[in-house]
């Protein structure tokens, strides 16, 4: 599709606004409207101009004029605009119309390029499994006096305590896959579907996940990188929307509840060269190809550094604990999910995948699946092997191990500060062909630590009191 496309469409559809969205440093969306009267081809060559210095991490006040380049390619109707809205994902430049190097869509464009450049493949495939919660409502707050929060879910555990339910509440990690009326929120899981394949994303499976309270997961069709990370901005969007229509509240938060399992994104990923997928070999481990091990060892190896983009929040190591089928453990192992790397059980060539479990959906996915697939790419380079650098196979319920069989199995990072620690001491590999900048990795560094690590560290929390208010 091209600008003359989008301006047919647009009229074809009696489109009244184009809705522009970029994508900040953080992975929030923002959005752009233009009245269809003011919308020609020029919007699409010269671009609309925006402040950058009014997003996190993109541009100082004295340098603040950017550029919104429509990609024609992403637009799609927008069904929750009060009147026939086009909605279309832009990429951020500088006025002279240059890619902006900190765009996070630009990073997933120089991330395949480089792919094609390395000449080990030409294509790789993202499949996220992006776990949310459906609560009823939710209530917080901090100031310097006082902090709270608290969620409402007539699933909840504790709710038939509070009459608010019929005693189908879900106990806490019981909630897999049970049918209504235990599982109240298929109706709105089944309408945000629905709303999905209409924008045209394909939609292979949906069902209640683990949690208390109404949590979920939707898995979405394999497609590439900077495709996949487009859909998932879509796919947190229609999210949030469609349950904001049935007077939920939404959240990818990782870690809401405590004492349940937390929220992933488990990323399934494979290359491909000219038509013909690199993971597989039959009498591999697993199936796995040599280039495939060599991969996920290159994942399994920055793995520390890794989680400053694929956990980037403080909340994220709240879900990072053994014990509720969170990924801790560094190690790669078939069809067992105790593993950080998981090979799924499958002998079909195309479907042969591994899976980085660790990750969660707070993660920008233009910057997570570009950093992951470097570092895999970086493995395959120095043809890492897995079993040399320690990191299994293990083929056994981790958790369950005694401490003297768990000794040598290295763990994720325990903060998102010591994630930012291990991503400034290892980093090499993200800079190669430019995919990422100094300037970038700076730039998230300093905005993470300011505006998420000390804000947290400098606040007494209310456990705190019930601690040591008596000391």
């Given at each position: 599709m091209n600008a003359q496309d989008v301006l047919a469409l647009m009229k074809k559809n009696?489109?009244?606004?184009?809705?522009?969205?970029?994508?900040?440093?953080?992975g929030r969306w923002h959005h752009f409207t233009l009245p269809a009267a003011e919308v020609d081809a020029e919007v699409f060559r010269q671009g609309v101009p925006f402040d950058g210095s009014s997003l996190v991490g993109f541009r100082s006040i004295d340098q603040s004029d950017m550029v919104i380049l429509p990609d024609p390619e992403t637009a799609v109707m927008d069904?929750?605009?009060p009147v026939p809205t086009l909605a279309i994902i832009g990429d951020v430049a500088e006025p002279t119309l240059r890619p902006f190097?900190?765009?996070?869509?630009?990073?997933?464009?120089?991330?395949?390029?480089?792919?094609?450049?390395?000449?080990?493949?030409?294509?790789?495939?993202?499949?996220?499994?992006?776990?949310?919660?459906?609560?009823?409502?939710?209530?917080?707050?901090?100031?310097?006096?006082?902090?709270?929060?608290?969620?409402?879910?007539?699933?909840?555990?504790?709710?038939?305590?509070?009459?608010r339910?019929?005693?189908?509440?879900?106990?806490?990690k019981a909630g897999y896959a049970p049918l209504p009326p235990t599982d109240s929120t298929y109706p709105v899981r089944t309408e945000i579907v629905q709303w999905l394949l209409r924008q045209g994303i394909r939609v292979e499976m949906h069902h209640h996940e683990v949690a208390t309270a109404g949590q979920q997961e939707i898995d979405l069709r394999y497609q590439t990188l900077k495709r996949q990370a487009d859909t998932v901005m879509l796919y947190k969007y229609t999210?949030?929307?469609?349950?904001?229509?049935?007077?939920?509240?939404?959240?990818?938060?990782?870690?809401?509840?405590?004492?349940?399992?937390?929220?992933?994104?488990?990323?399934?990923?494979?290359?491909?060269?000219?038509?013909?997928?690199?993971?597989?070999?039959?009498?591999?481990?697993?199936?796995?190809?040599?280039?495939?091990?060599?991969?996920?060892?290159?994942?399994?190896?920055?793995?520390?550094?890794?989680?400053?983009?694929?956990?980037?929040?403080?909340?994220?190591?709240?879900?990072?604990?053994?014990?509720?089928?969170?990924?801790?453990?560094?190690?790669?192992?078939?069809?067992?999910?105790?593993?950080?790397?998981?090979?799924?059980?499958?002998?079909?060539?195309?479907?042969?995948?591994?899976?980085?479990?660790?990750?969660?959906?707070?993660?920008?996915?233009?910057l997570a699946f570009s950093a992951i697939m470097m570092a895999g790419i970086d493995?395959?380079?120095?043809?890492?092997?897995?079993?040399v650098l320690g990191f299994g196979p293990v083929d056994k319920n981790i958790y369950e191990l005694s401490a003297a069989d768990r000794e040598g199995i290295a763990s994720v990072p325990g903060s998102l500060a010591d994630a930012l620690t291990a991503l400034e001491q290892d980093h090499d590999f993200l800079l190669a062909g430019g995919v990422f900048t100094?300037?970038?990795?700076?730039?998230?560094?300093?905005?993470?630590?300011?505006?998420?690590?000390?804000?947290?560290?400098?606040?007494?929390?209310p456990l705190e009191f019930q601690m040591y208010f008596d000391a």
């Open positions: 009696a489109v009244e606004m184009l809705d522009l969205r970029i994508t900040d440093l953080l069904p929750f605009s190097t900190r765009d996070p869509r630009s990073v997933a464009a120089r991330a395949e390029a480089y792919l094609q450049a390395s000449g080990i493949a030409d294509l790789s495939y993202w499949g996220p499994e992006l776990e949310f919660f459906l609560f009823d409502g939710v209530r917080y707050g901090t100031s310097q006096h006082e902090a709270f929060y608290e969620l409402e879910s007539a699933e909840g555990s504790w709710s038939s305590r509070e009459g339910r019929q005693g189908y509440e879900v106990r806490p999210v949030k929307n469609t349950a904001a229509r049935h007077g939920k509240t939404a959240t990818f938060m990782p870690k809401p509840l405590y004492g349940d399992n937390g929220s992933g994104m488990h990323v399934h990923q494979s290359l491909w060269r000219a038509g013909e997928p690199l993971f597989h070999d039959a009498e591999g481990y697993g199936g796995l190809s040599a280039l495939a091990l060599s991969y996920l060892a290159g994942i399994l190896a920055h793995a520390p550094a890794l989680l400053a983009f694929t956990n980037p929040t403080t909340n994220s190591y709240k879900r990072l604990v053994p014990g509720y089928e969170a990924p801790v453990n560094l190690v790669y192992s078939l069809g067992n999910r105790s593993a950080a790397v998981r090979i799924p059980v499958t002998k079909a060539p195309a479907a042969k995948r591994v899976e980085f479990r660790t990750p969660d959906p707070t993660a920008n996915p233009y493995g395959v380079r120095r043809s890492l092997d897995p079993r100094e300037d970038l990795l700076s730039t998230w560094v300093e905005t993470k630590r300011t505006l998420e690590v000390e804000p947290l560290q400098l606040r007494p929390h």
